[in-house]
């Protein structure tokens, strides 16, 4: 593999601006936004790279650690031009990413025979085709920008492993591909009349492709700070999950300092809800393990720092300190109504909803309410709070 001193982000724009598509600066950060690939009025190419938090899975079950904070490379192309030849930039801008050439599988979904000149296109440029992807229909970074008619989607794969038998494709679970990205050729759009391409790739799929990772925590600012975070809060590889505990508060942290730097300081609604959200589930997994919460907003200044953010001015690191040590009266007060509530021998159903309430009209995370019984010996089957929290809703 060819070493590389700057970042594949960095060389994805560089092969595109050489190719004479225009450099978009990126918008200004909102949570939950898809991300941007420039203005697709003007006929020609675009490429930006946009930061974006998506807090939306958060709350999902089984609890996992998909990474908050993104930064997208995308490229488009607007204007009547030959696949191969719009496929062939984005190729190229992948290659000089590093990616493996022999390694990129492309699946395709399309209406009836619409994707056939893409197909040829993709043959032309050697890449291989792994039949359809049936999920291709709706790419989640895509799905908010409809223009024109949809068109022709592409998905694009890279190989990390050997096959776990012959019948392995890119829709096998056992980790032999990484998704890279999905295009879009679409018809002409209504407003300009004329046809788009666009493409969106997650830079860390593009950077553990290009280094053989299956995981983004393997790559260096994230495995950086794992170890430096690990060193400083040992407490939480007392969990019963260290690891999962440990990526939980590397990933917030990383999307909080993302979130100050651009002005969303901890609040109730939009972007800064977000950045209280991330803080209380930081904060709460701290709590469960032990580990000081005041030394949350320092962590916070070290994600940022790893990453070349702006640094975390006074005002955001007070607003940070000024959240931690709410969250510390909310627990201690949650604690104490949880202590009356078990003074009154609650039935089953009744502990249920009075957790379910500390969780959702307290704050006080549900870990750290089960963490609790567990200390009273008491063992509550998640499936009675969750009927109890939607009987409340
Ligand atoms: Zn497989």
């Keep these: 593999m060819i070493a590389h001193t700057a970042e594949p982000a960095q060389l994805f724009v560089e092969s595109l601006t050489g190719a004479g598509y225009r450099r978009h600066h990126p918008r200004s950060l909102g949570a939950d936004d ?55 930039d984005v190729f190229e801008a992948l290659w000089a990413c590093g990616l493996d050439r022999d390694a990129v599988v492309c699946r395709l979904a399309d209406r009836g025979r619409e994707g056939d000149p893409v197909r040829a296109a993709l043959a032309r440029l ?42 392995c494709t890119p829709d096998c679970l056992c980790g032999r591909y990484l998704h890279l990205g999905d295009g879009r050729f679409t018809r002409p759009a209504r407003s300009t009349g004329l046809p788009v391409f666009e493409f969106l790739a997650a830079e860390d799929a593009v950077s553990c492709g290009a280094a053989g990772l299956a995981d983004p925590f393997d790559l ?15 407490e939480l590889l007392t969990l019963p999950a260290p690891g999962q505990a440990l990526r939980l508060v590397v990933d917030h942290t990383r999307a909080v300092a993302l979130l100050l730097a651009a002005g969303f300081g901890p609040g109730p609604r939009g972007p800064a809800r977000a950045t209280r ?117």
Excluded: K
């Design 34 to 88: 898809g991300p941007l690939s420039g203005d697709l009025r003007r006929e020609g190419g675009s490429v930006a790279l946009q930061w974006g938090v998506h807090t939306g899975r958060l709350g999902a079950l089984p609890e996992a650690v998909p990474l908050t904070a993104r930064r997208t490379l995308s490229a488009a192309w607007v204007g009547p031009r030959l696949p191969q030849d719009v496929l062939g």
């Design 126 to 167: 050697g890449i291989p085709q792994a039949g359809e992807d049936p999920d291709a229909g709706a790419p989640p970074d895509t799905s908010h920008r409809r223009h024109g008619t949809p068109g022709v989607l592409l998905s694009l794969d890279c190989e990390l492993g050997p096959a776990c038998s012959p019948a």
């Design 220 to 234: 260096p600012p994230l495995r950086g700070l794992l170890e430096a975070v690990g060193a400083r809060l040992p």
């Design 277 to 393: 959200r991330l803080l209380r589930r930081m904060a709460g997994t701290m709590a469960l393990a032990g580990a000081p919460v005041a030394g949350l907003a320092d962590l916070v200044a070290l994600a940022g720092g790893a990453h070349g953010f702006p640094a975390v001015s006074v005002a955001a690191r007070y607003l940070v300190e000024r959240e931690t040590a709410a969250f510390d009266r909310v627990v201690a007060a949650g604690h104490r109504r949880f202590l009356c509530c078990l003074a009154r021998r609650p039935t089953p159903d009744e502990l249920a909803v009075e957790l379910a309430r500390l969780r959702s009209e307290r704050g006080v995370p549900l870990a750290l309410t089960l963490n609790w019984c567990r200390q009273h010996g008491i063992s509550v089957p998640l499936s009675l709070i969750a009927a109890a929290d939607a009987r409340d809703v």
